[in-house]
């Protein structure tokens, strides 16, 4: 187990909380940071997605979140400035969410919208800007079940933090259970709940 | 210090010839990923196969006199960096 350098960075205004993870992360492999508000939560989220971190979030039950950032192995960190948002228009607006309704990209040809479901899926994996959840329902929940064609981008995400809700009726509807490949099993209430607190909703 | 990830990437002159490939390829078993047209290659908004170069031979077998292939774009990755340049 590789020490852990640990960051309290609550009470601090933005950017403080992210000059301190940036520091932090230069010198230490595994580095937490606690936080007591959305915009650092943010901040510090994206900082460590920049950086090239596996970065994994807990909110704790006194309202601070832990963020913990792991360094990939041997992977230089890139030297670009990484300017955070301090704005409370666009950090405290809550996480971003993609919401894929159906297995396909937009409507009129299935074919076509299959093919861009996976393009965009390619694409969303690679950017740096990563979205917070992804919920899956109605045919949407056919893009995580075993037979996807976007299982290894799904899973690229989930293992960069991305959480991925999928409708468990829906699942039961397609009788489709035990052939779930990646993200949990959820229901309405996280549903309707994290795109009611959305700061952006995506539905490709 | 970096890595580097080296595909290849297969253009074609229509998004149906980049599924009829596609289609082949798997029947075929050849490893391959349905991607966007890389920016760098091309600022249409295009789809194109992209497969690890050691395939190369292998997939274009498998596609002659069945698919016309516009262009084999090599595509070099590199995913860490140690220079400040991107």
Same mark, same amino acid.
């Given at each position: 187990?590789?020490?852990?350098?640990?960051?309290?960075?609550?009470?601090?205004?933005?950017?403080?909380?992210?000059?301190?993870?940036?520091?932090?992360?230069?010198?230490?492999?595994?580095?937490?940071?606690?936080?007591?508000?959305?915009?650092?939560?943010e901040?510090?989220?994206?900082?460590?997605?920049?950086?090239?971190?596996?970065?994994?979030?807990?909110?704790?039950?006194?309202?601070?979140?832990?963020?913990?950032?792991?360094?990939?192995?041997?992977?230089?960190?890139?030297?670009?400035?990484?300017?955070?948002?301090?704005?409370?228009?666009?950090?405290q607006?809550?996480?971003?969410?993609?919401?894929?309704?159906?297995?396909?990209?937009?409507?009129?040809?299935?074919?076509?919208?299959?093919? !861009? /479901?996976r393009?965009?899926?390619?694409?969303?994996?690679?950017?740096?800007? *990563?979205?917070? #959840?992804? $919920?899956?329902? =109605?045919?949407?929940?056919?893009?995580?079940?075993?037979?996807?064609?976007?299982?290894?981008?799904?899973?690229?995400?989930?293992?960069?933090?991305?959480?991925? !809700? /999928?409708?468990?009726?829906?699942?039961?509807?397609?009788?489709?259970?035990? *052939?779930?490949? #990646?993200? $949990?099993?959820s =229901?309405?209430?996280?549903?309707?709940?994290?795109?009611?607190?959305?700061?952006?909703?995506?539905?490709? | 210090?970096?890595?580097?990830?080296?595909?290849?990437?297969?253009?074609?002159?229509?998004?149906?010839?980049?599924?009829?490939?596609?289609?082949?390829?798997?029947?075929?078993?050849?490893?391959?990923?349905?991607?966007p047209?890389?920016?760098?290659?091309?600022?249409?908004?295009?789809?194109?196969?992209?497969?690890?170069?050691?395939?190369?031979?292998?997939?274009?077998?498998?596609?002659?006199?069945?698919?016309?292939?516009?262009?084999?774009?090599?595509?070099?990755?590199?995913?860490?960096?140690?220079?400040?340049?991107?």
């Amino acid at each position: 187990m590789k020490p852990i350098k640990i960051i309290n960075a609550t009470g601090l205004a933005c950017p403080q909380p992210v000059v301190l993870t940036r520091q932090a992360i230069e010198s230490n492999d595994y580095v937490r940071v606690i936080v007591d508000n959305d915009t650092a939560l943010e901040n510090v989220k994206r900082l460590g997605a920049k950086l090239g971190c596996n970065v994994k979030c807990e909110a704790g039950a006194d309202g601070n979140y832990e963020i913990d950032l792991t360094r990939k192995p041997d992977a230089a960190l890139p030297k670009e400035d990484f300017v955070p948002s301090c704005t409370t228009a666009t950090a405290q607006t809550g996480p971003f969410v993609i919401v894929f309704s159906e297995d396909k990209m937009g409507r009129g040809n299935d074919e076509l919208g299959a093919v !861009l /479901v996976r393009a965009f899926l390619h694409t969303i994996a690679g950017q740096p800007e *990563k979205p917070d #959840v992804m $919920i899956f329902y =109605n045919t949407g929940v056919k893009l995580v079940l075993r037979e996807s064609e976007v299982l290894d981008d799904l899973k690229e995400l989930a293992a960069a933090g991305v959480e991925i !809700l /999928v409708c468990g009726t829906c699942l039961n509807y397609f009788e489709a259970n035990d *052939k779930l490949s #990646v993200g $949990i099993v959820s =229901n309405m209430y996280d549903i309707a709940g994290t795109m009611s607190k959305a700061g952006r909703l995506i539905n490709p | 210090m970096s890595s580097l990830i080296d595909y290849y990437v297969m253009l074609f002159k229509a998004v149906s010839y980049a599924l009829k490939a596609e289609k082949i390829l798997k029947a075929e078993g050849l490893p391959h990923k349905l991607i966007p047209v890389p920016r760098q290659v091309s600022s249409d908004c295009g789809v194109c196969l992209r497969f690890e170069s050691a395939l190369q031979d292998d997939i274009r077998a498998a596609l002659a006199g069945k698919v016309e292939i516009e262009e084999i774009r090599r595509l070099v990755h590199w995913v860490t960096h140690g220079s400040g340049k991107n």
